[in-house]
């Protein structure tokens, strides 16, 4: 079974700074996924990003990166120039490929505010 | 936004009442997912369904049922709701094994 760890239950940054989540995971498979999911107080869950484990390089989106270091089994979360639309909770989650793709496990998430 | 509509958004019933809460899905994806969110728990997957008729259980099935008739429509029943099943319900579709999961906006079921 995969576990997904999300060691800081809240983080507060200034607007316009640079903050990092934190994301461990455990797993012995070799295919899988990760991801990062946003929900802001509306309670939509939105998509950040997302990382193929095969795949050495980073993902980026516009102001949000990961750094994925596979044999650290680590996936953090980097928001460049912080906005206040950032503020919400950011959920970590897991899903191994194949056929048990999309079945995801979730961290605990981390909620995140964004100071003006 | 993935064209992902869930209902009711709220719903207020006691136990012992059967509830059944809809998804409904315009993308014509083939995998359809219902999760629930609780309060340090993040969000657990209770069923899914990759494709018509094609459904199993998955982490917290217990207490839950799934239909899926139509490619559009993922229904979740609860045959005889508990004070347990107080959470919100999330749906997600994805296009393949491969694809992002996107979400709907969540149903809030509380269970008097």
């Known amino acids: 079974a995969q576990t997904v760890t999300q060691s800081q239950p809240e983080m507060s940054v200034q607007e316009a700074e640079t903050v990092t989540l934190s994301c461990t995971y455990d797993?012995?498979?070799?295919?899988?996924?990760l991801f990062w999911y946003k929900q802001p107080p509306s309670r939509q869950m939105i998509l950040v990003i997302r990382?193929?484990?095969?795949?050495?390089q980073n993902a980026t989106e516009n102001r949000f990166s990961v750094n994925f270091q596979k044999a650290a089994k680590s996936f953090s979360l980097k928001i460049s120039d912080s906005q206040l639309g950032d503020t919400a909770m950011y959920f970590c989650?897991?899903?191994?490929?194949?056929?048990?793709?999309?079945?995801?496990?979730f961290g605990q998430g981390t909620i995140l505010t964004v100071h003006p | 936004d993935a064209g992902i509509t869930q209902s009711p958004r709220h719903k207020v019933t006691e136990t012992g009442t059967p509830v059944t809460l809809r998804c409904h899905q315009t993308?014509?994806?083939?995998?359809m997912y219902w999760y629930r969110q609780d309060p340090g728990h993040g969000l657990r997957l209770i069923h899914y369904?990759?494709?018509?008729?094609?459904?199993d259980k998955g982490e917290v099935s217990d207490g839950y049922s799934v239909s899926r008739s139509k490619t559009e429509d993922f229904l979740l029943t609860l045959e005889s709701a508990t004070s347990s099943q107080t959470s919100v319900y999330f749906c997600?579709?994805?296009?393949?094994?491969?694809?992002?999961?996107?979400f709907g906006n969540g149903t809030r079921l509380t269970v008097t």
């Open positions: 997600a579709i994805s296009a393949d094994r491969a694809a992002p999961l996107h």
């Open positions: 797993t012995s498979e070799s295919n899988y996924y």
């Open positions: 990382q193929e484990a095969y795949k050495q």
């Open positions: 989650a897991f899903s191994a490929g194949g056929t048990s793709y999309g079945k995801l496990t």
């Open positions: 993308e014509n994806h083939r995998y």
């Open positions: 369904s990759y494709g018509v008729k094609d459904t």
